[in-house]
Nanobody
Framework: QVQLVESGGGLVQAGGSLRLSCAAS????????MGWFRQAPGKERDVVAA????????YYADSVKGRFTISRSNAKNTVYMQMNSLEPEETAIYYC????????????????WGQGTQVTVSS
């Protein structure tokens, strides 16, 4: 398994911004598509954004299009997500994971998750 460590979460006011990072262990990071997920209390964990292994293709959930940007550095084994214009309903724990899929259908590969990073958006 790959070890994933998310960071960058915090408390922000509505309309604010955060940049999340996910550092991955291992030499094969560049072989995998990566994604960001979020899980609010009492809700399922849903994919928010995904990026192909070489960064050439990106997917965004409709709710975040135009506000979130996913990117990656294979040299640093890290995937990022810039989140702008945050809304209170986006309060959740954010996770990264290796993903498989394409188009508008992505899912996590296996059950390999980090500890997540808490994002809290106040109104």
């Amino acid at each position: 398994q790959v070890q994933l460590v998310e960071s960058g979460g915090g408390l922000v006011q509505a309309g604010g911004s955060l940049r999340l990072s996910c550092a991955a262990s291992g030499r094969t990071f560049g072989d995998y598509n990566m994604g960001w997920f979020r899980q609010a209390p009492g809700k399922e964990r849903d994919v928010v954004a995904a990026i192909s292994w070489n960064g050439g293709s990106r997917y965004y959930a409709d709710s975040v299009k135009g506000r979130f940007t996913i990117s990656r550095s294979n040299a640093k084994n890290t995937v990022y997500m810039q989140m702008n214009s945050l809304e209170p309903e986006e309060t959740a724990i954010y996770y990264c994971a290796r993903v498989i899929g394409g188009g508008s259908s992505w899912r996590a590969l296996g059950d390999n998750w980090g500890q997540g990073t808490q994002v809290t958006v106040s109104s």
